[in-house]
C-alpha cells in the first residue's frame, strides 16, 4: 500500500472510532450545547492551540464569526493568538506560556467559553489559560487526543479523539469542529 491510501486509511479509522464511540458523541453534543447557551446569552466563545492547532483554533472561530454554510448575522468567536503585537509582547515579557492566559484576563467574562486545542493536552500555555478561566467562570472545552493530558483534568468537557498520532487527531479536530459549527448555525438561524 502506498503512503497516500496508507494515511486516508488511518485517517478514516480514527474516524470510525469515533462514530463508534457514543461517549466522545455525547460530549460533542454538550459542546454543541455549552456554546450555545454562551451565544444566546451575548457571551464569547474563544479558540486558542499552537502550530496546527492555531491554524484549526482561527479556522474554526472563522466559521461562526464569519459564515459556515449560509448567510447570517456574525457570531461572537476569535481566536486568541491572532494579534501578534500583543502575542509577541506578552511572550517577550512574560513568557509564551502567559500568552493566552493574560488575554483570557483582560477579556475573558463568566458565561463565556474558551474552546483549547491541543493534541497532547499539555500545552503549558493552554493548561495555563483553562486555569485562568476557570477562576473567572468561563465554560472550557478542551480538543485533544486520547489521552487528555492536564487539560482533561481541567476541562469542562473534553473530546479525546481516539488516536496518540498528531496529524490523525488534528484531522478529527476540524470534522468535530465543523459539525459544532455546522449545528450551532442551524440551531441559531434555522436551516439553511
Known amino acids: 500500500m502506498n503512503i497516500i491510501s496508507r494515511r486516508l486509511k488511518e485517517s478514516i479509522a480514527v474516524k470510525q472510532l ?3 464511540d457514543v461517549e466522545l ?9 455549552t456554546i450555545l447557551e454562551c451565544l444566546r446569552n451575548g457571551g464569547s466563545v474563544y479558540f486558542c492551540g499552537n502550530g496546527g492547532s492555531a491554524a484549526d483554533a482561527q479556522h474554526l472561530a472563522a466559521e461562526l464569526s464569519g459564515r459556515f454554510y449560509f448567510d447570517r448575522q456574525p ?12 502575542l509577541t509582547a506578552v511572550a517577550n515579557d ?3 506560556n502567559m500568552v493566552y492566559s493574560r488575554l483570557i484576563s483582560g477579556i475573558g467574562r463568566a458565561g463565556d467559553v474558551l474552546v483549547g486545542l491541543s493534541t497532547s493536552g499539555n500545552s503549558e500555555n493552554i493548561v495555563k489559560a483553562f486555569e485562568k478561566s476557570k477562576e473567572l ?7 485533544t487526543g486520547e489521552s487528555g493530558g492536564k487539560l482533561k483534568q481541567l476541562a469542562d468537557i ?4 481516539p488516536s496518540s498520532d498528531t496529524p490523525r487527531i488534528q484531522e478529527s479536530h476540524i470534522t ?3 459539525i459544532i ?6 440551531k441559531m438561524f434555522g436551516k439553511k
Do not use: M, P, R, W
Not at 467562570?137 to 480538543?143: E, N, S, W
Not at 473534553?158 to 479523539?161: A, E, K
Not at 459549527?181 to 442551524?186: A, L, N, P, R
Open 75 to 86: 457570531l461572537s468567536a476569535d481566536a486568541l493568538h491572532c494579534n501578534t503585537s500583543f
Open 158 to 161: 473534553t473530546i479525546n479523539v
Open 181 to 186: 459549527c455546522e449545528v450551532i448555525e442551524e
Open 176 to 178: 468535530i469542529g465543523h
Open 18 to 20: 469515533i462514530i463508534e
Open 94 to 96: 512574560y513568557s509564551f
Open 137 to 143: 467562570g468561563l465554560k472550557t472545552i478542551a480538543f
Open 25 to 33: 458523541q455525547k460530549k460533542i453534543e454538550s459542546s454543541i450545547d
